[in-house]
């Protein structure tokens, strides 16, 4: 395989051998290798310093079920500290076929225009763009459709990467034309910022990747295929319902956050869990099941119509539904697709924009509850680039900050996502402490805190958290690299020949005679990396904490954030 | 004497002791003691967590010259860190007439009442107040003298601190009725999140400040008021042109910091220049020199009226001049002088609003050398509290990240002044190293390195400049402790007597038998306590640095700024 690597300031592309420290790495393993070793920890996250890198993980483009994440990594322009941020979509897979290794994106062009990128199996070309710029993601999309063929992969920033605002994401084609993405930290802005509107992939001829060991692969990939089909999250809520399963169990747990972190349990909570989207997708003659990218068995996606049986939005996930419905006090479901729609079109992270319409709706820039608000903020202002726009594509934290309010969920500067750290306190862990800023994804305690997937732990105490998390991080940084959905988790942690079928894959495929305790030093290497680079770029453990307002007790049950500092500094004790 | 302790949450008044260990303690030295030991340092700057403390200096209210200023303390809104920020006016004084030592400000009102305090010999009134709401620090001025009398001293938010802005100063009002401002770090913004529109202050009848040996303070104030009057300096250039007088002396030494400290000339120099501001102020009837504060020798205020001889503007700084002159590339000194005005009306800082201003023109909202542009922001704008007002009130950072820019000339979140770092080396360590942000007062190398008082260094090298600034750090913490003014340093760096009679007025006041180790350790222990709340904030070395875009040269020497980080970690060894 090989390293793509592309000179914005002098436009030119060079294609590089992979050194041997990095032929074992990929994903998020690789995105903060090469981060932490080629930018400087304290440079702008939107000047020339600062390099945007894309990578599919270690066993993305093989029979590995949902193995085709891609990650993609810099220092983000969101919470100062390096980020990976992945997504599913077509983009990874298409890398791995062109034995890509890494695309690096490093240097900004001098003067004003804007750029495109094409990358296929000699190399990469950089042209000038001006018809798509200014353009939303699905007309980008559709448009390059259209022009390179079906088959082209697309990565792609809307209006809110063109306007280089800390929520921007960086969207990604998916196997029906519709929209992933890499969603938090604002990577959308770094692409912004080195001024690419779009990069598009054509596998043809690619290379593809190797594999040492072919039939030892394909009997561990059956082991570890099968198990996922056989867990009954993975095999059976997430197939039917979708991530949105989660608001009718968040909601009885108590602790889906409602009205910005105020209680945990939401009166609308009915009208808009999984549950209800599904009859509602069924009903519309919507797809209730497909997957992000090729080669998944979970299909957790959907295409969710509307009321005259139009496509909406898809990728519809529980986050987002909680986030601008519980959140902010909206139960209409349809009007959440619509701003599903919206964002995925500017191209913003619906958790960092759910965050921040509750710190405008804190700050009485909108009222409670007025999702068709939500939806004018997003079109007449962050669309349109005002300052309005300019303040909110800025995330929650700069929203607070405009306006002067107190009660912001972030961490890092990050919103926080939705399950409430007071009742789910492993998750709350896992905000504080990730170097990501909040992010469930990092270390998803919901798992043992709530779903009771390897074993169970109570989510009202504080006994086992630390632990929890802290397992739960380093087993998702090796997730992450692998480029396998976070979902494949629940049948690796409840199925042992599930994991060891994971490690034989690797095995398999890199000719490596990694134990479950070589696995695992992957993952902790990967988190002491992204913590030395945040530690160089100025963290400290005071960034480690949450919010002073999650000292006041949530109902229902009325518990409060009570880890001490010294508790939480024990996570990255290993 | 007394604290005086206000909680705003129950509206409550408490009048307190003086600890043993805060009685040799005024000034900066006590503000940065109180924060320290009572604000937990990552709370948020603007919640009920946050104190705001004012102290007179050790020496004000006697006749030692120079001696009125008020230091006001808290968490800064702007910074994250320690903040004190210092002004004239009248309001040091009366609190030491009153035998106040410190009044505390803590707590947050419940409701949406905003109140106002008024100080007195017997206590603090806290007073419901909406009559006031939403004006202008000149009306508010006016409004109170004519209800409490020409005597009464007032402390003051404009809209800026209503709004919560990051550039939001406390303004207070001078001997002749204008405005003075403790500028820096957004205090203004910690008043307004306590809904505290002004404090007025009352002296009557109050119980003074004691003096253990009279004769021995007299002797020594005799000699350290003669030796302020007779350096060149402070005797002579301040109170003719005030501190204008610098354009014409930074313009010639390549340091002032012109278009975004891209170059350190201006053209337009003559036209904004002490000695123009001059000439003008003599051919308009205006008053060239009056001091910020009764007792004050050195005089380098004035009043600044407009062609038809009116009032425009008083308290007119280089640094003002400076900022939304060469800057912003303006070269009319009746624009700038409107803009101070409105500045010091709304009570937004000038120099974080100059270096807005200059980030704006950088990101296109207004055209370079747009003066009437700088007018109508402040108006339309950031006075209305309009969505691009929110952004730019909330300072040259806030603005650079809501339009995605990346030239932005801040340390610590807060805008440089007047002395491009580069071609004034010294002041460039101040600007990394000091608690307080980008601050050219912490520790003003301009002494040695620009105007050759204390020895001269070479500007443009490096050699010395580390050593310079922490002497001047060290020495200011102590001036900003007594409540002198930053000026008397003149004299006391190159006439030894005037540093002697300085410690002898402390010890005649305090009965101390403090040699000049015991004084500059003074300063010592209030730069290490400032430094350890910082690290308690999760400050670390890294934020002790300058902007990368300074490793661009500055016409006309072409200089860099080369100091690595192990050379300014160097400053804090002590």
């Known amino acids: 395989m090989k390293i793509y690597r592309v000179n914005m300031t ?6 590089e051998e992979v050194p041997e420290e990095w032929r074992v790495l990929g994903g998020r393993g690789l995105t903060s290798a090469i981060v932490a070793k080629e930018v400087e920890p304290t440079c702008h996250p939107l000047g020339s310093n ?11 483009g093989t029979m590995a079920a949902n193995s085709g994440r891609l990650s993609v990594g810099a220092k983000s322009p969101l919470t100062g500290g390096i980020k990976e941020s992945n997504s599913g979509g077509t983009a990874a897979q298409r890398l791995a076929k062109l034995g890509v290794k890494a695309l690096i994106v490093e240097g900004i062009p001098e003067g004003d225009k804007w750029y495109c990128l094409h990358v296929h199996k000699d190399g990469v070309e950089i042209k000038e763009e001006s018809e798509l710029l200014g353009k939303g993601n699905y007309e980008v999309i559709h448009t390059l459709t259209a022009r390179y063929g079906e088959n082209t992969g697309v990565m ?18 998916d ?3 519709h929209i992933r993405s890499a969603g938090r930290g604002g990577l959308g802005a770094v692409m912004g910022s080195k001024r690419i509107k779009f990069i598009t992939l054509d596998d043809n001829d690619g290379s593809g990747i190797e594999i040492k060991d072919k039939e030892k692969f394909k009997k561990a990939a059956q082991i570890f295929n099968k198990g996922l089909l056989s867990h009954p999250v993975s095999g059976n809520a997430l197939p039917k319902y979708g991530t949105d399963v989660l608001v009718n169990i968040l909601n009885e747990a108590g602790g889906l956050p409602t009205k910005n972190f105020r209680t945990g349990q939401f009166a609308g909570a009915e009208k808009i869990c999984g549950e209800t989207m599904y009859e509602t997708i069924m009903s519309r003659k919507g797809d209730p099941t497909h997957g992000c990218h090729v080669g998944c068995v979970i299909r957790c996606s959907q295409t969710y119509n509307d009321k005259d049986n139009r496509y909406l939005t898809s990728g519809f996930e529980y986050e987002t539904i909680w986030g601008f419905g519980a959140g902010c006090t909206v139960d209409d479901l349809d009007i959440i697709a619509s701003v599903d729609n919206i964002c995925d079109d500017i191209g913003i992270d619906t958790i960092e924009t759910a965050g921040t319409m509750m710190v405008a709706m804190e700050g009485g820039i909108l009222p409670w509850g007025d999702g068709h608000g939500i939806v004018r903020l997003l079109k007449d202002e962050i669309k349109q680039g005002t300052s309005l726009g300019r303040i909110l594509g800025n995330g929650a934290d700069f929203t607070g900050k405009a306006f002067g309010l107190t009660r912001i969920p972030t961490v890092k500067h990050q919103s926080m996502p939705a399950y409430d750290p007071r009742s789910v306190k492993g998750i709350g862990v896992t905000y504080a402490t990730t170097t990501m800023g909040a992010d469930h994804t990092a270390g998803y305690s919901v798992t043992a805190n709530i779903l009771k997937v390897g074993g169970h732990i109570d989510p009202l105490k504080k006994e086992g958290q630390v632990e929890l998390s802290r397992n739960l991080q380093i087993a998702t940084a090796c997730l992450d690299s692998a480029g396998l959905c976070i979902f494949t988790a629940f049948a690796i942690l409840d199925y042992e020949p599930v994991s060891h079928a994971l490690i034989d894959m690797i095995n398999a495929q890199y000719g490596t ?31 480690d904490r949450l919010p002073e307002f999650f000292s006041e007790p949530v109902p229902p049950h009325n518990v409060t954030w009570d880890f001490s500092g010294a508790e939480l500094d024990q996570v990255y004790q290993f």
Do not use: C, H
Request: zero cysteines.
């Open 513 to 543: 005679n990694w134990t479950s305790d070589d696995w695992f030093d992957l993952g902790r290497s990967v988190l002491k990396t992204e913590r030395a680079f945040n530690e160089a770029a100025g963290f400290t453990n005071k960034d």
């Open 156 to 173: 792609t920033i809307g209006q809110a990467g063109e306007y280089k605002m800390s929520a921007a994401n960086i969207s990604v084609k």
């Open 10 to 15: 002098n436009l030119s592309f060079k294609m």
């Open 50 to 60: 600062n390099k945007l890198v894309f990578a599919p993980g270690l066993l993305t």
């Open 175 to 177: 196997p029906k034309g």
